[in-house]
């Protein structure tokens, strides 16, 4: 028992996760560069679709995961989804209440909703904004990615 708890104690730390691959694009964009300094070695940048570049975030030791998050350095634009699978009436009133106050704070306003039927009742909601300071998107990045739910499941509230 001794014996575990100092191999436990003592064992060598993990190494690092790896650096950020380089991405030429936030070298030439400064709005976009200087966004990813703000926001660290845990988020990249994804492939260009006309949607926008998709945000990926470590949220392991090593692989970038894709978040429901998009930015478009052209017009400094970023856009994110949120799902919300229950009652639609209900799922409209807990995103007004947990994420529409604060993304109309970071100047992000609702721009598209849709409700699907697969396995139920899934609402859809998207919300862009423009944000001129890089400060400003790596806020609502943050926002999106760390400190709100994405997908929400009502029957679990």
């Known amino acids: 028992m001794l014996r575990k708890l100092l ?26 560069g200087r966004m990813f300094a703000i926001l660290g070695q845990r ?7 006309p949607e926008g570049a998709r945000v990926l975030r470590r949220t392991g030791r090593a692989r970038f995961n894709p978040m429901p998050v998009w ?7 970023v856009r994110g989804d949120y799902e919300v699978r229950g009652d639609e009436k209900t799922a409209r009133a ?6 529409g106050r604060k993304l109309s ?12 039927e697969w396995a139920g ?7 862009e904004g423009r944000c001129e300071t ?14 709100s739910e994405t997908q929400i499941n009502l029957a679990a509230e």
């Not at 704070?105 to 699907?116: D, I, R, V």
């Not at 790596?138 to 400190?147: G, P």
């Open 7 to 32: 191999r436990a104690l003592f064992r060598p730390r993990p190494p690092p996760p790896p650096p950020r691959p380089a991405d030429p694009r936030l070298d030439t964009d400064p709005w976009l």
């Open 94 to 99: 807990l995103l007004d209440e947990r994420v």
């Open 134 to 147: 890089a400060e400003a998107g790596a806020a609502a990045v943050r926002f999106f990615c760390e400190e």
């Open 43 to 49: 988020y990249s940048l994804g492939a260009d679709a």
């Open 105 to 116: 704070a970071l100047g992000l306003a609702m721009a598209q909703e849709s409700t699907e």
């Open 71 to 77: 930015l478009r350095s052209g017009d400094r634009t």
């Open 121 to 127: 009742t899934v609402l859809t909601r998207r919300y």
